[in-house]
């Protein structure tokens, strides 16, 4: 089956820094590669995502790249804030019936310091 | 308003006793999906359904049962429940070819 690796499982930034989380997966039947937030105490909601046809995808201070001959992909947060501290999951989903079977990695806790 | 709910939301138990957490979407989705969050270990999921009456066993099933009578919902059993089952839950829905996934409020199980 699929399996995903995610690191760092811990990330501590200066407001304003970068900070970046990166995924790696196994299976070259996944295509479809969303980043869920979940705020603490809260359930994960979807924050931006990327399909195996496309390399890069950009939405404001948030960003997701696809490298799929390597299998991996990366989120990218810039001009970080203290309300991006959250649990960050990456998933590779791969298609089935016309669903998408996800497989999420372990998560990485992202602190952002004022 | 779109939303998936789960019930109960808190529940503490003991070992053997039978419990059930429901699951309703009123969005139509297709696919639900029922996962644990442990710490360290991420999103796991236990049981998947793609449509009414049909299921499939995701990668931690043992301890538990689903079952999809009804679009809409997506009961989770543990028919005899454990200490090492203690953990949150979320359930989840999508709907066909998109992929991004709806969650519930979560629920905290524990058993003692």
Redesign the interface.
Known sequence: GENVEQHPSTLSVQEGDSAVIKCTYSDSASNYFPWYKQELGKRPQLIIDIRSNVGEKKDQRIAVTLNKTAKHFSLHITETQPEDSAVYFCAASRPRGGSYIPTFGRGTSLIVHP | EAQVTQNPRYLITVTGKKLTVTCSQNMNH??MSW?RQDP??????IY?S?NVEVTDKG?VPEGYKVSRKEKRNFPLILESPSPNQTSLY?CAS?T??????F????SRLTVL
């Open positions: 297709e696919y996962y360290g270990l991420g999103l796991r999921q998947y793609m990668d979320f999508s066909q070819g998109t992929g991004e996934l969650f519930g409020e979560g």
